[in-house]
Structures are given as C-alpha cells and as structure tokens.
C-alpha cells in the first residue's frame, strides 16, 4: 500500500512474464479514436485502482482532442475532472504527475471502491466511471457490477477492460490461452510479488512455496467461468513484528490470496446484460484475449 507496494507492482507490469495490463494498455492505445467517439463532450472522469495512471492519460489525451475539436472556444472554457482514485497514495500521486500538464481539474483520492457510495459527493457528474489494467476481474462479477450500477446516475458512462478467454469451440485453442494465463500468474516474478508483505519482515523465497490454480467455478448467469487460485504454503517456523503486534506462522500453515476471473467476451456480455447495462461500444484484440467494454446503466 505505500511506497514498496507501488515500486514492485510496477516491476510485475513491466515483467516480460506477465503481460497482462500492459497488453490491455496497447489495446487502448490503439483504438483510443474510435472509442471516444461514443463518449460525450462534456464527461468526467473518475477511475478507480488507477495505478500509476497511464492508461488513463491516453484516454484523456483522447478527450480532450475530441473536445477541441468540436467546440474550440467551449474547450478552453469547460475543463473537465479527472479524479484518480486508489488504496495506494502513491500511486494516486503518479497518476496526478503523469496528467500534470493537461487541461484539467483534478483531484487525487485514497480509498476502496466500496467507498464510492460515500465518494459521491465530491465527483461531479456526468460520470466516464473506469475500471481500468483487469482490475475489474479482481472481483466478484455480481458485487462488482451491482455497486456499479447502483451507484451511475443518468448520463454516466461505465468503462472497464478485461484479460479474457477467447470466444472458441476449439478445445486446442483454449488449452494454450488457458496454459499461458498459469505461466503467468505462475511465474516467478508474480510469486514475489505476492510474497513480499511478508519478504520484507525477513522471511526469504525459499520459506514458501506459491501454487497458482486454474479452477472453474460454476456462475448461475454465465454457466462455467474460471477463476485463479493462489496459495502460499509456509515451509519453515518463523515469526516477525508488525507494530505492536506478533504473527507467527508454522511449517504447513497455508495463506489463500487474491484471485482474478478469466471470463470469455460472451460471458461477460451475459453478465451485463443480466445486471441492467447495455453496451455501447466494444473492442476486442485479434485474439479474443483482450476487450474494452463502454457501457450504460439501462432506462
């Protein structure tokens, strides 16, 4: 969550081994044009889990050509928000230095996104909502799309991407797509990073072993959906401080950690459908392996 947390996230994103969120950002990149053509004038931008807010300086660098491009004079006028929100202030920071020369308001905010029913108040609609590097995927699909939708006011907008499965009948093709999420999730450099809350209270690599799983897991809106499994197995007694208290593991205790869904494009349509949006604009990769979806709240 500080300083650490940033730096080794960072690391991970630019691994050649895990190139998750960095082939989202190509996608963006490349179809930058055509995407804000469906988003109006006039929208704010509120993007939670920001990271260091790359992503969301080529989306804004689109908006505001495009407002220029349609009222010159209005543009210099009507300057629009931009509110970076994350859990770590250092990335919140990043975002707002790497947006720091554009036209624009701006205001950081460190927090959770379940916070949003409070953050509210403090963000000036119409809303451009984003969930942007497949952070969207690190949560449950139905408590995820609900505080979404709950919390969009007419005129909002709702953008997300996504690392998928491909769309296939072909059973060969989803073995491959499926074996190269493991090695990437499995990989070395992703097992430190997950590792290092308690690398840097003294434990070592060789204190753990980390397994990643692929599970399928059985989605009453979208039938069969996989899901990642990581676990660390402590292999050693050890014990550290953190502040003023003491944790202690045994050899044989086992840490469950976060997890992130691999839908397929035709699941995740499911899913927004059946939870009251409608998609105005898609973009999917040549692969079937990357997508970004705008949509809105349904009338």
């Known amino acids: ?47 939670v889990g920001v990271g260091n807010g790359e992503k969301e300086q080529v989306l804004l660098k689109g908006l505001i050509r495009k407002n220029s491009a ?37 205001m950081g905010i ?20 984003c969930i942007l590097g497949n ?35 072909d059973e060969e093709a989803l073995w491959s797509a499926k074996r190269s999420i493991v090695g990437a999730y499995a990989s070395r450099e992703n097992a430190l ?36 499994k990581k676990t660390l197995y402590i292999l050693k007694d050890t014990s550290f401080e953190v502040g003023s208290r003491a944790v202690a593991f045994k050899e044989g205790d086992s840490i469950r950690m976060g997890f992130t869904y691999k839908y397929t494009f035709d699941q995740l349509k499911t899913y927004l459908e059946a939870r009251g949006f409608e998609i105005l604009k898609a973009i999917l990769n040549r692969e079937g392996t990357n997508t970004i979806i705008l949509a809105k709240k349904k009338n």
Request: hydrophobic share 40%; with cysteine.
């Open 70 to 106: 349609e009222s010159p004079a209005s543009a210099r006028r009507h300057l629009l928000r931009y509110y970076p929100i994350d859990v770590n202030d250092q990335f919140v920071e990043m975002a707002l230095e790497n947006v720091r020369d554009l036209p624009l308001e701006k």
């Open 1 to 47: 969550m500080g300083a650490e947390g940033a730096k080794n996230w960072l690391t991970l994103d630019r691994s050649s081994t895990f190139p998750v969120a960095r082939g989202l950002k190509t996608l963006l990149e490349e179809n930058i044009d055509p995407l804000v053509k469906f988003i109006p004038s006039n929208m704010n931008l509120v993007s």
């Open 193 to 228: 990073f997950n590792m290092y809350p308690l690398l840097q209270h003294g434990m070592v690599p060789e204190d753990f072993d980390f397994e990643l799983l692929l599970s399928s897991v059985e989605s009453k809106v979208a039938g069969q959906l996989y899901r990642t």
């Open 110 to 129: 460190v927090s959770l996104i379940e916070d949003l029913p409070l953050l509210k108040k403090y963000l000036h609609p119409p809303l451009l909502f």
């Open 135 to 169: 952070t969207f995927c690190n949560y449950e699909p139905d408590s995820i799309l609900n505080l979404v939708c709950e919390n969009l006011e007419s005129g909002d907008l709702f953008l997300f991407d996504a690392h998928i499965l491909p769309s296939s009948d």
